[in-house]
């Protein structure tokens, strides 16, 4: 069990300066899973996605990667299975949408300069939307153009690998984008989810998540609320709980999930679900 | 600009045209002068027939132009490129190494030795006094570099934002305390100080040469391979980390060579201002950002630069002579400006 996942978190806590922004967090991310990483604003989704990506250090508690600890791999090994779409870029110099997305091939043993870098980087290019882009240059594209940019960064980085090997990490990829591209971009994520790849994405439409996500993780306040199939995770009540706000499920014919509607008036879910929360913790 | 430089494959062209440049800024420097040489004679003087010039002309060329040349090319080339790779490091067209308080440091160093030397360091004398004023610039400027990372340095990454306002606050202190030795200083002090300060190629000598270029070379050989580093660092720290890049080892050795160059070039010509900010800036505006073709752009575009100002500091007022720090402020400063107007502020900030 513990070798398909794509990351496990034991016991992982993150302190800064003394205040617990995460308390003790168990979880498994199964391989090849695309996850919703849900939860309020402050809640702690960005830290813990931080985490997965080795960019922050846990306090206590240990986090594996594809059945390795994340602090055993080898950089570039890692580099070459998992990336990150991180959640604002500050690059500001006049490169071109070509040069950054090469960057992504920094860890292979073309550098980004190879003829297969090229093949790779045309392909994801195309995948994202931008073919014809590759010499504009980069300062000149639109926030949700560059947005696109960076996700072809991102996925050039892991491209050629063995899908089912692999893992993206989306900080919010839906930041800056309009509707159309929000959903071209969810789409996106499960075309790759349907290859193998495991993708976690900090999300923070729900309905969003539960049209493109298979399981979900729900934080609120440092704390790991429930996690499981995103259906389950997204019912009234934890819903309420987290985000405070009344919500009801609505099935429309013809669709395989649910919708939510938010309401000002709180409709009579205060049941607790049937699942209990520690049960879908520890799946 | 960029992109039609860079479509055509063109950066390789443009770094032979900037050598050329270098050619000629290094011939007519060799050439014009009090005592002008034909360009048939100073040839002849640099493939090593020295018969064939007149002793005048020899020790002009050997013991005055040579290595005043040699050292403008050096400290030009060092100003561009690590001012190119300061300002990667920073992710900020605005960071160059006079920034971060490598100058300033490198001052206070000269300063002190120079007001020392009087009677702490008398003793210093022969090949240990040639070395002993760059060496102190050099140490001053590394020192200054090392508590800066220290500062700047939090929970093992480096924060830019508190490096550049780390930066600003060691140059006030360090004007302050160079002030504050030159206020204690006599008129003959003084007038070295000044020189110093303001800039100039004309102390150069072999020695002082040769033991500069021992701390400038690890420059020139470590920063080209640092190219691709560089680039994936404009990302950001946390994407670079995420391309698998070992970032602090990287960081530290960026900060190590480039201070050492840096405090080794002051140590030749003094401050001179503008030059590691303007030149990479320039050379951005038509190769584009990519360090493989901006470092080397930088090195001989700043080598041809401070050829060509020293070139006019020496003859536009002949026969006395400018400070060329003077003429690098004078040009750059409003080339900075003009950059800072030309609708580009958004890279600024």
Avoid at chain 1, 128 to 133: D, Q, S, T
Avoid at chain 2, 29 to 42: D, I, M, N, R
Avoid at chain 2, 153 to 162: D, M, N
């Amino acid at each position: 069990m513990a070798a398909t996942a794509a990351i496990q978190l034991r016991d992982v806590r993150f302190e800064r300066r003394r205040t617990t922004i995460l308390h003790p967090i168990d979880a498994i991310l199964p391989a090849g899973r695309l996850t919703a990483l849900l939860g309020p604003n402050g809640a702690g989704k960005s830290t813990l996605l931080k985490l997965c990506a080795g960019e922050l250090q846990p306090s206590s508690g240990h986090i594996d990667c594809f059945g390795r600890a994340l602090a055993d791999w080898n950089s570039g090994d890692l580099a070459r299975r998992r990336a990150v779409l991180p959640q604002q870029s500050g690059l500001r110099f006049p490169f071109r949408v070509e040069e950054v997305v090469s960057l992504g091939r920094s860890p292979h043993p073309g550098r980004g300069r190879s003829r297969e870098d090229s093949r790779h980087i045309a392909a994801v290019l195309s995948r994202v939307g931008l073919a014809g882009f590759e010499h504009r240059l980069y300062t000149s594209l639109s926030g949700g153009e560059q947005q696109r940019v960076h996700l072809a960064r991102a996925l050039v980085q892991i491209a050629g690998g063995k899908p089912a090997q692999c893992l993206l990490l989306l900080d919010e990829p839906t930041n800056n984008l309009d509707l159309a591209h929000q959903h071209s971009i969810l789409k996106l994520a499960r075309g790759l989810r349907d290859e193998g790849v495991s993708v976690l994405a900090v999300l923070h439409d729900l309905n969003l998540a539960l049209t493109y996500a298979d399981d979900a993780l729900l934080l609120h306040q440092g704390r790991l609320q429930a996690s499981g199939p995103i259906t389950e995770v997204l019912c009234p009540y934890w819903i309420q709980r987290c985000f405070g706000l009344p919500v009801r499920q609505i099935h429309l014919a013809g669709s395989a999930r649910p919708h939510l509607i938010f309401e000002p008036v709180a409709p009579a879910t205060d049941q607790p679900p049937s699942t209990s929360p520690v049960a879908l913790a520890n799946r | 600009m960029i992109e039609a430089v860079a479509r055509r494959g063109l950066q390789p062209a443009g770094i032979w045209l900037l050598a050329v440049l270098l050619l000629v800024a290094a011939g007519l420097c060799l050439a014009v002068g009090p005592v002008s040489l034909a360009p048939a004679t100073l040839l002849q003087g640099l493939v090593g027939r020295v018969s064939a010039l007149d002793p005048i002309e020899q020790s002009v060329l050997y013991s005055i132009r040579l290595p005043r040349v040699a050292a403008g090319i050096l400290v030009g080339a060092v100003l561009g490129v690590c001012g190119a790779a300061m300002q990667g490091l920073f992710r900020n067209p605005l960071a160059d190494p006079g920034l971060i308080g490598v100058t300033a440091g490198a001052a206070f160093g000269c300063v002190v030795y120079l007001k020392g030397a009087a009677f702490a360091f008398a003793g210093i004398s022969g090949v240990l006094g040639t070395f002993a004023l760059p060496a102190f610039a050099l140490l001053g400027g590394l020192a200054t570099t090392a508590l800066m990372y220290r500062i700047a340095s939090v929970e093992g990454r480096t924060v830019v934002a508190v490096m550049l306002l780390a930066g600003i606050a060691l140059n006030s202190l360090l004007g302050a305390g160079t002030g504050l030795v030159l206020f204690f200083s006599d008129d003959d002090q003084l007038r070295q100080f000044t020189f110093w300060t303001l800039g100039s190629l004309g102390h150069a000598t072999w020695p002082m040469l040769g033991a500069a270029l021992v701390f400038i070379l690890p420059a020139f050989l470590v920063l080209p391979c640092f190219a691709r580093f560089l680039d994936a660092l404009l990302l950001g720290e946390a994407e670079a980390l995420h391309l698998g890049i070992p970032l602090q080892q990287m960081k530290r050795i960026l900060i190590l060579v480039t201070a050492a160059a840096v405090g080794a070039a002051a140590s030749l010509a003094g401050g001179i201002g503008f030059l590691g900010l303007v030149v990479p800036h320039l050379v951005r505006q038509v190769f584009g950002p990519g360090h493989r073709w901006l470092l080397p752009g930088s090195a001989l575009l700043g080598a041809g630069l401070l050829l060509g100002a020293d070139f006019f500091a020496r003859t536009v007022a002949a026969p006395a002579e400018l400070p060329v720090g003077v003429i690098t402020a004078a040009i750059g400063a409003p080339v900075f400006f003009s950059l800072l107007l030309s609708g580009r502020r958004s890279v600024f900030f």
